[in-house]
């Protein structure tokens, strides 16, 4: 029996020229993308003449929609997986479809490799990265001020992610644990026309006054 292959294809996080070939060749041998958001995909699919057929796939996903994905694989069909930007499986949903696969099937899954928000920050924060932490999201509501003593008694280096909604309120709640010494940088709209990085103790980087559109890595030194 043929069996089936899941592709986790890293695709731009901003700069539509960081897909590797690999990502290209990949999404345009599949027999279907898996999207985040399929209006969002298909910009990139135009951008690069790519005519694959896209479905959904995301946080909100019903359980029918996940066993018409197994069933496809266990047809053996290549599926690609893919968010609106960035690495599959990283903060993100994708994760629970690749550990129900595993489950459930037979199915090959090969990671192509590509642009990760949380990588990029860290390549350029200064940092140690020998060793780090990441967060993924500060919760909404419930167990905010747990997350952000966490990143403050840390002894390696964090990073988390934040919205354009809540980053004044994340860098805030920072200043009221964090050691008025520790350094932070704030990337803003990485790999993007208005790319930003601000670099200093989080007193600093708020007296900044940082513009709040966009998506934003907070990275604080060990």
Do not use: W
């Not at 929609?65 to 949903?93: N, R």
């Amino acid at each position: 029996m043929q069996t089936g292959l899941l592709s986790i294809v890293a695709t731009p996080i901003g700069n539509l020229s960081d897909i590797t070939k690999r990502a290209l060749d990949t999404l345009s041998n599949a027999d279907i993308v898996l999207c985040e958001d399929t209006r969002v995909t298909k910009k990139l699919l135009t951008h690069y003449d790519i005519d694959t057929p896209t479905r959904s796939y995301h946080q909100h996903s019903q359980e029918k929609d996940i066993k018409e994905i197994i069933a496809l694989l266990d047809s053996g069909k290549h599926l690609a997986l893919v968010t609106d930007a960035g690495t599959p499986g990283i903060s993100d949903p994708g994760n629970q479809l690749i550990a129900t696969v595993v489950k459930r099937t037979d199915a090959s899954i090969s990671p192509v490799p590509g642009a990760s928000a949380i990588v990029a920050a860290l390549s350029i924060s200064g940092f140690p990265t020998d060793k780090f932490l990441f967060l993924g999201f500060p919760p909404h509501k419930n167990k905010r001020k747990k997350f952000f003593k966490e990143v403050a008694a840390a002894s390696y280096t964090v990073a988390f992610y934040e919205s354009s909604h809540r980053i004044e309120k994340a860098l805030l709640e920072l200043k009221e644990v964090l050691d008025i010494k520790k350094q932070v940088c704030v990337c803003r709209e990485l790999t993007k026309k208005f790319e930003s990085m601000y670099r200093g103790t989080i007193e600093e980087i708020i007296e900044m006054n940082i513009s709040t559109k966009g998506e934003f890595v907070v990275i604080i030194s060990s």
